[in-house]
């Protein structure tokens, strides 16, 4: 069952664009977090989406907010996509979709595609904001105008 609006973040570990272990419960609890799941790196969308959320970082990290990316490309992958396009922010490595199932993040466009859906939580790891859309730079600005409500 996908988790909903009030819910709490469950527990979960991953890979991160460096390789190192990163455990869920390193900030949920501690700070605001954005976890964002999108389709794959290095694709228009998603550059752009991961782009914007880049320019926007300084303001998230001003708020005392988490950004954290999730796509179930590989640690490889990411370390690149990272590396192309400067992003500030954690990626995780979800290849075995374990995070997405945990989430309950349902692919799009009939299946083809893995979805993209941004999760907004507050302080103490409670779901406030969950927006599912496929257009990727419309998540940036709802997420942010969440956190801000949360300060």
Known sequence: MALQVGDKIPNFSAKDSNGNDFDSMSVVGKKSVVF??????????????????????????????EVIGI??????????????????????????????????????????LAGRVTYVVDKNGIIQLIFDSMLATNHIPRALEMIKKLV
Do not use: M, W
């Open 71 to 112: 796509s179930s490309d590989s640690v490889n992958s990411h370390q690149k996509f990272v590396s192309q396009h400067k992003l500030p922010f954690i990626l995780l490595s979800d290849n075995d979709k374990k995070i997405r199932t945990l989430f309950g993040v349902k692919p799009n466009l009939f299946g083809l």
């Open 36 to 65: 964002y799941f999108y389709p794959k790196d290095n694709t228009p969308g998603c550059t752009a989406q991961a782009c914007s959320f880049r320019d926007q970082y300084e303001d998230f990290k001003c708020l005392g907010a």
